[in-house]
């Protein structure tokens, strides 16, 4: 069916998507021996990277709902790579830092992740992946409603 061939092979959102599971995998591999997966090393960069620990600050910066942040840091909290504390002036805020054991962590996978990102860069455009992530804002909002 003709229809079903244009939609396999011009989707950006099926393309996309298989795409990210292969990528995610690749460095999945890469960083193995750091004991981290690309999801629980995004997110320690992310936190390492911001001055701004709030969780709900961290949220946006990764795209995520709070929920599902919140599920997917409990895991790096229960190995004490991170540590999550009301913050002082408000109660209802949750701010998130690395432990000095989850900075470690991220030392040991930081040149795992470079080797895989030179690596990748022979595959795939990296001007191009970064010419996506600025188009992200703009697709979070049409995806928003």
Known sequence: MRDARAVVETCPGLTLRMAARLVSRFFDLHLLDSGLNLAQFGLMAQIAASSDDTIGALAERAGLEQSTLSRNLRQLERDGQI??????TDQRRRAVWLTEKGARQLE???PLWREAQRIMG???VLDDVARLAAAMPGLAKRATG
């Open 108 to 110: 040991v996978a930081m």
């Open 122 to 124: 022979r595959v795939i």
């Open 83 to 88: 540590e999550i504390a009301m913050v002082e």
